[in-house]
């Protein structure tokens, strides 16, 4: 899967050749694999990806449950918009460093989207699961040390759970495999 970024880097901009170049240099260096055999992802790359993603999510989480909480709604519209501002936030700190280096809108979602939905996905699940899974949660209020402990209880499973998924597709070039030249 490493040929989205192959291919992304051709839309690049003109000026930013060298970013191009070694873009297209890092998506094809250390291969001495036949094609196919990728060495596997480290659980350090693993854990980076998930803490990035967590960040996005976490941010987007927290204002739909105060948002949700603040005005009287009830559990299942508050998760919906927690979930919608999850993704928002998880993909757009993937496209803020990509637009940065000078990668154009069009591929920069697409490269956001390939890199950071299956883990969103398995996040928001865990952390949700937990959620509402933990008694009086939910409903406890913002000022309760219930519903915050839960909350950090929460994220905190919804990292070890995604990292091992992290590790197992950006071994296979997917996920932030799929940005990595972008960050260098």
Known sequence: ??????????????????????????????HGHQAGHRPPASWRTAASATLHCLTGCAIGEVLGLVIGTVLGWSTAPTIVLAVALAFFF??????????????????????????????IIVMEVIDNGVMLAIPGAMDAGLTTPLFWGALAFALFAAFLVTTPVNKWIISRGGGHAVVHAYHH
Do not use: I, N
């Not at 993937?94 to 280096?101: F, I, Q, S, V």
């Open 90 to 119: 998880g993909y757009l700190l993937t496209l803020l460093p990509l637009r940065r280096a000078g990668v154009g809108w069009g591929t920069a979602v697409k490269l956001a989207l390939a890199a950071d939905t299956v883990s």
């Open 1 to 30: 899967m490493s040929e989205p970024v192959h291919h992304a880097s051709h839309g690049d901009h003109e000026g930013h050749r060298s970013r191009r170049d070694h873009g297209h240099h890092e998506g094809h260096h250390g």
